[in-house]
T-cell receptor, first 113, second 111 residues
Framework: EAGVTQFPSHSVIEKGQTVTLRCDPI?????LYWYRRVMGKEIKFLLHFVKESKQDESGMPNNRFLAERTGGTYSTLKVQPAELEDSGVYFCASSPEGPFEAFFGQGTRLTVV | RKEVEQDPGPFNVPEGATVAFNCTYS??????FFWYRQDCRKEPKLLMS???SGNEDGRFTAQLNRASQYISLLIRDSKLSDSATYLCAVLGGYNFNKFYFGSGTKLNVKP
């Protein structure tokens, strides 16, 4: 069975540009989470989808970040415009019910220069 | 104050050693606790859930101390393959839908 897949694995963009990260959860998993780890800090929650609905977006840093999950399948996280402090590793996780059996993707390493 | 705190290490131990990590959490209402393992530049992978009564899985034992608000992970007979970063995670949020992670403890097992 395929795990959680994220694309791209790496992205280097200039400050002010736009980047879109994609996450394909495990098939059948209604819950999808985005997390982020910035340099030297712990992994932090960004938001949580149940199917296509945002259940909790309390961790989104500001309105430069927009997450969508159209159709309740894959999700995208867009950063526009990117700032230097957005650099880090963005993880996606999915689970069938709640976060207990959450499986993480390998992450997208974003570098803003 | 951080929700979850861990000693970053590194812990450098010889093969066969026993090593223990602690992790403290700030929210006394927390109910669910986990240890994740993360290899370099890889995703976190669930190692163990931590139950009130403690639980054991082979060489790994996890324990919860509610009174002092910490969880522990004990690794016996360390293997080279145990080298990784161990992340403590606590479920939180208004509907306990998200993990609060510690910054991780790095373990290096040497031959």
């Amino acid at each position: 069975e395929a795990g959680v897949t994220q694309f791209p694995s790496h992205s280097v963009i200039e400050k002010g540009q736009t980047v879109t990260l994609r996450c394909d959860p495990i098939s059948g998993h209604d819950n999808l989470y985005w997390y982020r780890r910035v340099m030297g800090k712990e992994i932090k929650f960004l938001l949580h989808f149940v199917k296509e609905s945002k259940q909790d977006e309390s961790g989104m840093p500001n309105n430069r970040f927009l997450a969508e999950r159209t159709g309740g399948t894959y999700s995208t996280l867009k950063v526009q415009p990117a700032e230097l402090e957005d650099s880090g590793v963005y993880f996606c996780a999915s689970s069938p019910e709640g976060p207990f059996e959450a499986f993480f993707g390998q992450g997208t390493r974003l570098t803003v220069v | 104050r951080k929700e979850v705190e861990q000693d970053p290490g590194p812990f450098n131990v010889p093969e066969g050693a026993t090593v223990a990590f602690n992790c403290t959490y700030s929210n006394s209402a927390s109910q669910s606790f986990f240890w994740y393992r993360q290899d370099c530049r890889k995703e976190p992978k669930l190692l163990m859930s931590v139950y009130s009564s403690g639980n054991e899985d082979g060489r790994f034992t996890a324990q919860l101390n509610r009174a002092s608000q910490y969880i522990s992970l004990l690794i016996r007979d360390s293997k080279l393959s145990d080298s990784a970063t161990y992340l403590c995670a606590v479920l939180g949020g208004y509907n306990f839908n998200k993990f609060y992670f510690g910054s991780g403890t790095k373990l290096n097992v040497k031959p």
